[in-house]
């Protein structure tokens, strides 16, 4: 596995015409950034005029990396050992990001929330977590239909702020290029945000009381974080106290990496650079890239453009992917079964994954396959209510959960991280957990532009309870005791 380089943020990347006459070192000889052309690519919006949809890939050529190649591959070693069992992966944000509700303070509320869950986790595993946003990227949706029907008129469907508007109207439905730019400019302000979060003193863990967001510290989840906030430091004070360093950058700053879907494959390529030091393609959009199950069919275009990138990547799978599929896209996303390149996120609900999660992991451990298990508690438990809303039960996203950890328990493997639709802003999209949240409160907070998100307090009662089945598998007392 590559090792970080000093100089790889000075890397040149290139534009992209100057990359593709550039001959490749990639040890993939015949892929490069535009193969993906030559197969079936689904859930890609319809432009109506190429010229307008080439000005804006011509556009995205010339910009900057939002990522660099030395980041992409400290992710790479991080992951590599929560595949060995030896650290845990959180990743959370929204389902969909928006321009029109992009605030410095939102960015803060979550990247803050993500703080305290990764301290409770940490804590509670005693194992390091790896932090990964939903952030700076996550503007595209698949869609179950191309179009929606509203009183008999006939519109594109919304396919997250990168493609068109939520809206419902001809001129913001419809499918516009230049929104990518607009996404990729918007994600530079996030990164820049959270940049300076990760290491300009906001994330020193001796501000972790200072962590607690107003309406989560009103809370039971709340008061528990402020009563493990003391524990830790108390420890702090001690490890001061015998002459331990706490102001060395591991405990002032953390790392702190981006991930969105690899759905846009246009807006992919164009981010995708060469790095000259190693001679390997990087999408430079994320630090890591997934595909999801609407677009992980083996012979498609979304897989055959994300093999050939050296980001860590994802794959979510539902229920009825089956232990073959899986093992014939573990051996294309990562043929050279390196740990830490991919990571396989399960969404399927708590039944089904205790009837179909058993065989999966099987078959990796049968083919001695390297990968990070990830449950997506929230995404398979989405039901629509009698007044309109989409939302999801808190109870149905917790027994996912306890279910992935069952299993795992069951089958000897490693419970290796969650992955979260989520944010830190006090909305009400979600039914129940201590919040208390009814379904005739909904639409007090509903704030999504697509799909419903846990609220910090709810996303911090999961942080709780994947600490408490960590403690658990340890033999170690309760967080409370």
Request: glycine fraction near 8%; proline fraction near 4%.
């Amino acid at each position: 596995m590559d090792q970080p380089n000093e100089n790889d943020n000075n890397n040149d990347y290139g534009s992209s015409s100057n990359r593709r006459n550039r001959s490749s070192r990639s040890s993939n000889e015949t892929w490069n950034p535009s193969s993906w052309k030559k197969a079936v690519a689904k859930q890609q919006p319809t432009y109506e005029d190429e010229a307008e949809l080439n000005n804006a890939i011509s556009t995205l050529n010339r910009v900057a990396p939002l990522v660099f190649a030395g980041e992409v591959r400290s992710l790479l070693e991080k992951l590599a050992r929560v595949s060995l069992g030896q650290g845990m992966v959180l990743m959370g944000g929204d389902c969909a990001e928006s321009f029109k509700e992009f605030h410095v303070n939102h960015v803060r509320d979550t990247f803050r929330i993500l703080l305290q869950m990764a301290l409770v986790m940490t804590y509670g595993s005693s194992m390091p977590v790896v932090k990964i946003g939903r952030m700076a990227g996550q503007f595209a949706k698949p869609r179950s239909q191309p179009n929606e029907v509203v009183n008999g008129v006939t519109l594109p469907s919304y396919r997250g702020d990168s493609v068109n508007a939520e809206e419902f109207d001809p001129k913001a439905r419809r499918n516009d290029p230049q929104r990518m730019v607009d996404a990729y400019h918007q994600s530079t302000q996030t990164l820049n945000i959270l940049r300076a979060f990760s290491t300009g003193g906001y994330a020193d863990i001796w501000r972790l009381h200072a962590w607690n967001l107003d309406f989560v510290d009103s809370t039971e989840e709340g008061s528990r974080y402020r009563l493990l906030a003391s524990k830790v430091d108390e420890s702090l004070r001690f490890m001061k106290a015998i002459g331990v360093d706490t102001k060395r950058p591991e405990f002032t700053t953390v790392d702190f990496y981006t991930s969105h879907e690899c759905l846009l494959l246009p807006y992919e390529e164009a981010l995708t650079r060469q790095d000259s030091i190693t001679g390997k393609w990087y999408d430079c959009s994320a630090h890591m890239l997934w595909i999801g199950e609407r677009t992980r069919n083996l012979d498609g275009a979304h897989l055959e453009f994300i093999k050939g990138i050296g980001n860590p990547l994802g794959v979510k799978i539902s229920d009825e992917c089956t232990p073959e599929q899986l093992i014939q896209t573990i051996n294309i996303m990562n043929p050279t079964n390196t740990p830490g390149r991919l990571s396989i996120i399960v969404r399927m609900g708590a039944e089904k994954l205790r009837k179909n999660l058993p065989g999966l992991i099987g078959a990796v451990q049968k083919e001695g396959k390297n990968v990070v298990w990830i449950s997506d508690p929230v995404h398979g438990n989405t039901r629509k209510t009698q007044s309109g809303y989409k939302t999801r039960d808190f109870d149905s996203v917790r027994a996912e959960l306890a279910a992935f950890f069952d299993v795992h328990g069951e089958m000897g493997s490693h419970p290796g991280g969650v992955h979260l639709e989520m944010t830190g802003e006090n909305v009400t999209e979600c039914i129940g957990g201590l919040a208390e949240i009814t379904e005739d409160s909904l639409k007090k907070r509903y704030n999504t532009a697509c799909d419903p998100r846990l609220n910090g307090s709810q996303a911090l009662e999961l942080a709780f309870l994947i600490a408490e089945r960590m403690r658990t598998r340890s033999g170690l007392p309760k967080l409370d005791e």
